[in-house]
């Protein structure tokens, strides 16, 4: 090539797509390799030179050059286009939500999942019946002066004691996720030569979370006895994923370590995320063989759930690289974390004869880590109902947050009308959904109850409820007046009901 002038704009293509005709001129040098051991054995038993040039294709070749004499080799140029890749930027994760590119400059407005004050909604004050017991009527507000002091009850320090902490320096699988997997989490958007290479090897990291800057800190110190890809060398980097965010903005690299099975990269991975962010996402870091044309080779990777890491401790660990397991969507048994907390008031506990009829509150705060079938940021919801009324009229639902694997709802739906005796037999269902388009996709969802089973002595499938579920039901029930939090899984193994 004699200048930059010949090469290709592709700056509009994602990397996905990059790859992808990377593949396809990979399998086009496949096949020339293979025409040219073909026309080696035509010259060796074809004797006649006109014979030859009509079967070698020798004719339509003479005929390209005279029609293109100043033209350059298209593949060349598309090869060489892609290799030139324009410089990429770090972007924050906070510039995805607030849906800044890399070309556009950061703007002051406020991130849509920090908002507070949700609308109340006068279609939402619609009447509940249930077999005639009940006749509650869901409301719909966000919380604000009367509960302001709840939210705090919600943690918002990296450094506060977790009672089941990630212990630095211990091997971590990839089958240990909190999205219990059979297999990595990683599998379930990856692509990529996987298994070609035995895995092998260990690497050595730290982390750190930086509240001040709100930054996540990955040093990636070193590798060693990594597999050798090539003739008893590798050409290895490391590469980062916050997931289940799997977008080119969550992706971190380091440079590429020529001829070595132990590198050395001292090299940190910024991330810009705030705390509740990180409490909800995955760490997946792989080591990779680069491949100068084609796919890259895995070597191994390390996935450790933030959520449970000790973030006092900052040194530098050794992790012994595991293979990557492949999953289907079908083996998740949870697609992220539900924050909510609940609480009954009874009729007439707070004066004055007020209120009027039982209300239950249902306060949905904010979720964690959402996983959806695709992979990268998603446009959520949480609808509401509380069972056994199916009816459209029963049913409320959140905003729409958009952009975010964790996002804030900060949402609390009312329903009156409810006497104590009625919660043993009610069920308030939360379902998670993704909106695509004009599509919505189920993620998940939880359902408090007593879990027994039984609503008003008939057998019910969707009194499913498991033991957390049940637990913070009863607690609610048990302490009237009193918000009662909790973090729960949001499921995928709802029982069915009937709409």
């Known amino acids: 090539m004699e200048g930059e002038g010949e090469l290709l704009d592709l700056s509009h293509l994602s990397e996905a797509e990059q790859s992808s005709i990377l593949e396809v001129l990979l399998r086009d040098s496949e096949l020339r390799s293979r025409d040219d051991g ?151 958007f990856s692509s990529g030569e996987f298994g070609a290479v035995e895995v092998k090897g260990r690497v050595l990291f730290s982390l750190d979370y930086d509240t001040q800057r709100e930054e996540l800190q990955i040093r990636v110190c ?85 959520a ?59 979720a964690q880590g959402l996983l959806s079938t695709k992979g990268g940021v998603v446009d959520s919801f949480i609808k509401s109902y509380v069972l056994p009324d199916t009816s459209r009229s029963s049913g409320q639902k959140t905003r729409v947050v958009k952009r975010s694997v964790s996002p804030t709802y900060n949402h609390t739906m009312v329903y009156d009308g409810f006497q104590p005796a009625d919660l043993r037999e009610a069920c308030a269902e939360l379902t998670v959904w993704h909106r695509e388009g004009l599509k919505t996709h189920l993620l998940g969802g939880v359902r408090l109850s007593r879990g027994t089973g039984l609503s008003y002595g008939v057998a019910v499938g969707w009194m499913d409820s498991t033991e957390e579920e049940a637990s913070i039901w009863n607690s609610m029930i048990l302490n009237p007046n009193h918000w009662m939090d909790t973090t729960l899984p949001i499921r995928t193994n709802l029982a069915d009901r009937p709409e």
């Not at 070698?56 to 030139?84: C, L, M, P, Y």
């Not at 990557?324 to 004869?353: D, M, T, Y």
């Open 38 to 188: 073909r026309l080696r054995a035509l010259q060796q038993k074809e004797a006649d030179p006109v014979r030859l040039r009509s079967l070698s294709g020798a004719w339509f070749n003479e005929e390209r050059s005279k029609r293109h004499r100043d033209t350059k080799n298209g593949v060349d140029i598309v090869q060489a286009s892609i290799r030139r890749r324009k410089p990429r930027t770090d972007l924050p994760l906070s510039g995805v939500f607030n849906g800044q590119t890399e070309d556009a400059p950061p703007t002051n407005n406020k991130d849509p999942t920090c908002q507070i004050n949700d609308k109340k909604d006068e279609d939402d004050k619609r009447s509940y019946r249930s077999q005639n017991r009940l006749t509650p009527t869901p409301r719909t507000r966000s919380p604000n002066t009367q509960d302001s002091e709840d939210t705090h009850s919600v943690s918002s320090g990296v450094t506060d004691a977790d009672p089941t902490p990630l212990r630095p320096g211990s091997s971590v699988s990839s089958l240990q996720s909190n999205y219990t997997l059979s297999g990595s989490m990683m599998s379930l």
């Open 222 to 306: 070193r590798c060693e006895d990594l597999a050798a890809a090539r003739k008893n060398h590798s050409d290895p980097y490391v590469k980062a994923y916050l997931l289940p965010d799997k977008s080119s903005h969550s992706k971190k690299k380091t440079s590429v370590k020529k001829k070595t099975l132990s590198p050395v990269f001292d090299q940190t991975l910024k991330y810009k995320i705030s705390v509740s962010e990180v409490r909800g996402r995955t760490l997946n870091l792989s080591v990779w063989h680069a491949a100068p044309l084609g796919r890259n080779l895995f070597l191994g990777e390390v996935e450790l759930e933030l």
């Open 308 to 366: 449970h890491w000790d973030w006092k401790h900052t040194c530098s660990d050794w992790y012994q690289l595991q293979p990557r397991v492949q999953c289907s969507p079908e083996s998740i048994s949870s697609r992220g974390n539900i924050l909510l907390s609940i609480k009954f008031i009874p009729a007439g506990s707070e004066g004055g004869g007020l209120p009027l009829t039982g209300e239950l509150h249902i306060w949905l705060r904010e």
